[in-house]
């Protein structure tokens, strides 16, 4: 069981504190602080904090989602442990007690959202599996008849089942917009043997995952990994398969031909979508009642998923 009354309690308190927006661990040296999480370098590892920052349009907003970085972390966690036999992965422990002896007395910015994992030589490519035709794939359809030069058949409808799914790579960007582009370009930045092989990886684990999802009634849309080199094997890094990363619809209220009803961060790009906003910084603060009805979307998607 993944799910619990204590769970539950801390909920309740988590909801009453403000999101926790950035870590702060002393003298141990920051690696990268990226749009949700901050990651600190501990020599051969890294400690991996998920923040309750929230990105959408890749500009992050000025306020958070309290609690949102442990329920990412918590899926994270259930998905490492359910896709073990299809590919290794970077996390080492999220058991704090098993941290090194500096870090326990920042265990209150490290329970529940953080991550003890492996460095390894990160693959600078968004490894995007998509299942359904939507956000950038429908967009990019509408204009070339094609999704990241993957030709498609002609009248598909937005959010229109794509089989087989396919591979969309995009670039990897910290700062700014991550980019669409082709598998060709993609050998271009990545040796085309390795580009394959991610390819094949990225395919394999979404359709595991989308087939694990549905039958928990809900649909896995899209999905985007890392994946980085240790010692010339490929492992699986970041998080995976969280509202952040993916798109999960109710699979009760699914229709194409239209938007669907979602359990990730879609809500907020709908609400931003509402406002007079260019998409660049600064970013608008989200309403209370926007924060409130994200975090009830994640914790869903959550409690469906994981039971």
Same mark, same amino acid.
């Given at each position: 069981?993944?799910?619990?009354?204590?769970?539950?309690?801390?909920?309740?308190? =988590?909801?009453?504190?403000?999101?926790?927006?950035?870590?702060?661990?002393?003298?141990?040296?920051?690696?990268?602080?990226?749009?949700?999480?901050?990651?600190?370098?501990?020599?051969?590892?890294?400690?991996?904090?998920?923040?309750?920052?929230?990105?959408?349009?890749?500009?992050?907003?000025?306020?958070?989602?309290?609690?949102?970085?442990?329920?990412?972390?918590?899926?994270?966690?259930?998905?490492?442990?359910?896709?073990?036999?299809?590919?290794?992965?970077?996390?080492?422990?999220?058991?704090?007690?098993?941290?090194?002896? =500096?870090?326990?007395?920042?265990?209150?910015?490290?329970?529940?959202?953080?991550?003890?994992?492996?460095?390894?030589?990160?693959?600078?490519?968004?490894?995007?599996?998509?299942?359904?035709?939507?956000?950038?794939?429908?967009?990019?359809?509408?204009?070339?008849?094609?999704?990241?030069?993957?030709?498609?058949?002609?009248?598909?409808?937005?959010?229109?089942?794509?089989? !087989?799914?396919?591979?969309?790579?995009?670039?990897?960007?910290?700062?700014?917009?991550?980019?669409?582009?082709?598998?060709?370009?993609?050998?271009?930045?990545?040796? !085309?043997?390795?580009?394959?092989?991610?390819?094949?990886?990225?395919?394999?684990?979404?359709?595991?995952?989308?087939?694990?999802?549905?039958?928990?009634?809900?649909?896995?849309?899209?999905?985007?990994?890392?994946?980085?080199?240790?010692?010339? =094997?490929?492992?699986?890094?970041?998080?995976?398969?969280? !509202?952040?990363?993916?798109?999960?619809?109710?699979?009760?209220?699914?229709?194409?031909?239209?938007?669907?009803?979602?359990?990730?961060?879609?809500?907020?790009?709908?609400?931003?979508?509402?406002?007079?906003?260019?998409?660049?910084? !600064?970013?608008?603060?989200?309403?209370?009642?926007?924060?409130?009805?994200?975090?009830?979307?994640?914790?869903?998607?959550?409690?469906?998923?994981?039971?």
């Amino acid at each position: 069981m993944w799910r619990s009354q204590t769970n539950t309690q801390a909920e309740e308190k =988590e909801d009453m504190e403000a999101a926790l927006m950035e870590t702060d661990l002393g003298d141990v040296p920051v690696f990268a602080r990226g749009k949700v999480r901050d990651v600190y370098d501990l020599g051969e590892r890294l400690l991996i904090i998920a923040t309750d920052r929230i990105s959408a349009f890749d500009v992050i907003m000025p306020n958070g989602i309290p609690g949102k970085g442990k329920l990412l972390t918590e899926m994270s966690l259930f998905w490492f442990e359910k896709i073990e036999g299809l590919v290794k992965h970077h996390l080492i422990s999220a058991d704090v007690d098993a941290y090194p002896a =500096e870090l326990q007395k920042y265990r209150d910015q490290l329970e529940g959202r953080s991550m003890l994992v492996v460095k390894a030589d990160r693959v600078d490519i968004e490894c995007v599996g998509r299942g359904y035709l939507t956000g950038s794939g429908w967009k990019d359809y509408g204009k070339t008849g094609s999704v990241c030069g993957i030709p498609l058949p002609q009248g598909l409808q937005e959010s229109a089942r794509l089989e !087989p799914p396919i591979f969309t790579p995009a670039t990897k960007a910290d700062i700014g917009h991550d980019e669409n582009i082709s598998f060709e370009q993609m050998c271009e930045v990545v040796n !085309p043997d390795l580009a394959e092989k991610l390819k094949q990886l990225t395919l394999d684990i979404y359709a595991s995952a989308r087939s694990f999802a549905e039958g928990k009634g809900i649909i896995i849309a899209d999905t985007k990994f890392e994946f980085g080199l240790m010692d010339g =094997e490929i492992i699986l890094i970041d998080e995976i398969l969280s !509202p952040d990363s993916s798109r999960f619809w109710d699979q009760e209220t699914y229709a194409p031909g239209r938007g669907q009803d979602s359990f990730d961060k879609q809500f907020v790009r709908d609400y931003l979508e509402t406002l007079d906003w260019d998409k660049t910084p !600064p970013a608008p603060e989200l309403p209370e009642e926007i924060v409130v009805n994200t975090l009830a979307k994640y914790r869903e998607a959550r409690d469906r998923l994981l039971g």
